[in-house]
C-alpha cells in the first residue's frame, strides 16, 4: 500500500517529464520557429504567457499576502470588521483585464489577416496542391506538371501557398516548425502559406485523427535555395530513366504487376498511390521506415503488417530474383 502511494506521488512529475521529452525533436516542434508564420506564432504564445505568468503571480502574492495578515491571532476574539463593496477596487479588477485582453487583441487581429493572406506575392509564388490520403500524402505542382509523394519540396524564402484537399476523411496538413495545422476536407478546398527562413528538412504529421495508422503518417517539406529548387523541378519534370540491366528487369517487373497502375513515375500522377519519381530520394519508405532494402522487400510483400489499413496491395508470392529486380529499379528512380 505505502509502496502505491509513492508510485503515484511521482506520477505527475513522470508525466510531466514524459511530456517536455517529445519536445525536443529537431525541425518538429513549434518551439524552435523556422519560419514567419511560425515565429508568428511563437512571439504570440510567449506574449499570452508573460501576461499569464504576471496575472497569476500578483493574484496570488496577494492571497497569501491576505492569508497570512489577516489571519486570526492568538486572543484576539473580536468579531472582524464587515466590508461590503468596494468601488475602488471593482474598477481596478475590470479595468486590468480589459487592458490585458487589449494587449492581446492587437497581435490576434493583425496575425490572424497576415496568417490567412494566401494571396500570391509576386508573378512566381509557387503553388502546392495537397491531398491528404489515408495514410499518406499527395503534391500536385499543377503549374510544372507533376506531382510528387510524401515528400514535399518548396524553395527558401519565397511564400508558398498550399491548396489543402481531402481523398477519403478529414486529414490536417501540419509542419510544426513552419506553421499552424489546416484541415484537408473532402469537397473543401482549403488554403495555407508558408516560408521557410532556412534549407532543411522539416518534418510534417497529420494533425486529425483519420484512421489506425494515422500516427504513421508522417511527411517531410524539403526547403532549398531557388537554384537548387529550379533543378528538382527540372528533374521531376524528366525522370529519371534506369541504367544498369538489373534495374531495367526492374522496371519490367514493375509494369508487369500493375504497380503502376497505383504509382505514378512520370508526370501527374493517379490519386492511388504516391508516385515514385524520385522515390530514391526518400529518406524514409512510407512516410516512417529506414530506407533499406530489407523495409522495401517488407513493405512490398505485405504493407499490411507494417500500417493497418492502408490501400496497397500486398505481393508475398513475387520470386526473390523479382524482388532484387525490383528494389534495384525503386532505387534508381532519383533526382539529383
Ligand atoms: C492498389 C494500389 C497499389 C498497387 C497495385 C501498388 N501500390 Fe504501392 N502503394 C499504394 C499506396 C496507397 C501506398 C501508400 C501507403 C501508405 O503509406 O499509406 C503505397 C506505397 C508504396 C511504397 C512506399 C512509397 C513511399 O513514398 O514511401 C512503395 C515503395 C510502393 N508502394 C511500391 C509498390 C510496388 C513496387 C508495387 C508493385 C509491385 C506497388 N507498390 C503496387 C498503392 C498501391
Ligand atoms: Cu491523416
Avoid at 62 to 69: A, E, N, P
Avoid at 285 to 293: E, Q, R, V
Wanted: hydrophobic content about 45%.
Amino acid at each position: 500500500m505505502e509502496n502505491w502511494k509513492s508510485v503515484l506521488r511521482f506520477l505527475p512529475l513522470t508525466l510531466l517529464a514524459l511530456l517536455l521529452a517529445g519536445c525536443g525533436e529537431e525541425n518538429l516542434t513549434a518551439l524552435d520557429p523556422k519560419g514567419p508564420q511560425s515565429q508568428w506564432l511563437y512571439d504570440y504564445m510567449i506574449l499570452s504567457l508573460v501576461i499569464m505568468i504576471f496575472v497569476a503571480v500578483v493574484v496570488f502574492s496577494i492571497f497569501f499576502i491576505i492569508l497570512f495578515k489577516f489571519r486570526r491571532k492568538p486572543g484576539d476574539d473580536a468579531y472582524p470588521k464587515q466590508v461590503h463593496g468596494s468601488t475602488a477596487l471593482e474598477i481596478t479588477w475590470t479595468v486590468i483585464p480589459i487592458i490585458l485582453l487589449a494587449i492581446l487583441a492587437v497581435p490576434t487581429i493583425t496575425g490572424s489577416f497576415m496568417l490567412a493572406d494566401t494571396e500570391p506575392e509576386g508573378d512566381h509564388t509557387v503553388t502546392i496542391k495537397v491531398t491528404g490520403h489515408q495514410f499518406w500524402w499527395q503534391f500536385d505542382y499543377e503549374d510544372e506538371g507533376f506531382t510528387a509523394g510524401q515528400d514535399v519540396y518548396i524553395p527558401v524564402g519565397e511564400k508558398v501557398v498550399f491548396e489543402l484537399h481531402g481523398q477519403d476523411v478529414i486529414h490536417s496538413f501540419w509542419v510544426p516548425a513552419l506553421g499552424g495545422k489546416v484541415d484537408t476536407i473532402p469537397g473543401i478546398t482549403n488554403h495555407l502559406w508558408l516560408q521557410a527562413d532556412e534549407p532543411g528538412i522539416f518534418k510534417g504529421k497529420c494533425a486529425e485523427l483519420c484512421g489506425p495508422e494515422h500516427a504513421l503518417m508522417d511527411f517531410k517539406l524539403i526547403a532549398l535555395e531557388r537554384d537548387e529548387y529550379d533543378a528538382w523541378v527540372a528533374g521531376m519534370q524528366e525522370p529519371p530513366e534506369p541504367q544498369e540491366a538489373l534495374a531495367q528487369q526492374g522496371r519490367e517487373v514493375f509494369e508487369n504487376n500493375g504497380c503502376l497502375g497505383c504509382h505514378a513515375v512520370n508526370g501527374m500522377g493517379t490519386a492511388s498511390g504516391p508516385a515514385l519519381n524520385n522515390f530514391a530520394n526518400r529518406k524514409t519508405i512510407a512516410g516512417y521506415l529506414d530506407f533499406t532494402d530489407e523495409n522495401l522487400e517488407a513493405w512490398i510483400r505485405d504493407p499490411e503488417s507494417l500500417k493497418q489499413g492502408n490501400n496497397m496491395l500486398a505481393y508475398p508470392d513475387m520470386s526473390e530474383e523479382d524482388m532484387t529486380a525490383l528494389i534495384a529499379y525503386l532505387r534508381s528512380l532519383s533526382i539529383e
